[in-house]
């Protein structure tokens, strides 16, 4: 088949599944997937987990910094913390310093589910990386952080860290 001017080849199934695109993405439904049967129990999603951790590590925080810490986009923030108060995990309260803006606090039982759920976490994380020998684990893991740290502006949530001020 002749290409017309400007028409790009039109890749192969085959060059496709091999694209690093294509590859991050079905790693990541695999990891969500294999999180999600270690946690079922506790009935706690990735983005549960790293902003109930975003919030026991760093105290009370707005939904910005939250997502900043989480890489998450705002509307994600907001569907994520609802849930966690719907389940009484997180509680909401005005800042004392800005009085626009609103602090989210882990509760006690946030706490408690997150203490519950790490070794789960932590099966998780090694069930993603089983296929690979011990020794590559190390440096897989060195080059996804400097990939999505290279590429952290390009993201539509990028992680930012800044500092706060104590509330």
Known sequence: MAKTKGQSEIQSVENLLDMPGHLLRRCHQIAVAIFLDECQDADLTPL???????LATH???????IGGYAALDRTTVAVVMKNLEERGLVTKRPSETDRRATLIEITRAGTELLASVQTAVARAQARMLAPLAPRERGEFLRMLARMAEGNNLLSRAPRRVRKRTRD
């Open 59 to 65: 105290g009370a925080l707005d939904k910005s910094t």
């Open 48 to 54: 549960q987990y790293v902003a109930l951790t975003s």
